[in-house]
């Protein structure tokens, strides 16, 4: 796969950030002429991701949360978003439905609706280094014959 295109950025990890990041990824995503679904489909899986660098790296602290978003020749867009906090102790367990560390108002199922929603995932973290996830989703060709 070969980059076609690319750009980084770096947020505080607050909420007021959650909405910018879905529409930065989600402009930038425009240029591979996704459906409406398609847009719909990244702007959920990268706002779950965000929100938990928000709600559980930085519990006490406003750290930052780095992404990067990737146009590849395949028509499919790749997006990292990586955190420096406190990481994750058992990433599979994580990505079961229903499992949250916070409790409250959070279902558990942010793992699970970026599975639903991408067309791959991964997620690697390290305690105390932070955590990372690489999303890909393909885009439908669409030709246009009017």
């Known amino acids: 796969m070969k980059v ?11 909420s007021a950030n959650e909405s910018f990041a879905r529409a930065c990824i989600s402009a930038f995503a425009a240029q591979l002429d996704p459906t409406l679904e398609e847009i719909n489909d990244i702007k959920t899986a990268v706002s779950e991701a965000v929100t938990n660098c928000i709600v559980h790296a930085y519990k006490e602290e406003l750290g930052k949360i780095y992404i990067t978003a990737e146009i590849l020749d395949t028509n499919a867009i790749k ?4 955190d420096k906090g406190c990481g994750i102790e ?8 229903l499992y949250t560390t916070v409790g409250g108002e959070r279902a558990g199922l942010g793992f ?27 885009i439908s060709l669409r030709y246009n014959n009017g």
């Open 79 to 82: 997006i990292k978003i990586r």
């Open 90 to 97: 058992d990433v599979s367990k994580a990505m079961e439905p």
């Open 112 to 138: 699970a609706v970026m599975q639903s929603f991408m067309d791959g995932i991964k997620v690697t973290s390290k305690i105390g280094k932070g955590t990372n996830i690489v999303m890909i989703k393909k």
């Open 4 to 14: 076609k295109n690319k750009f980084n950025m770096t947020l505080t990890a607050c």
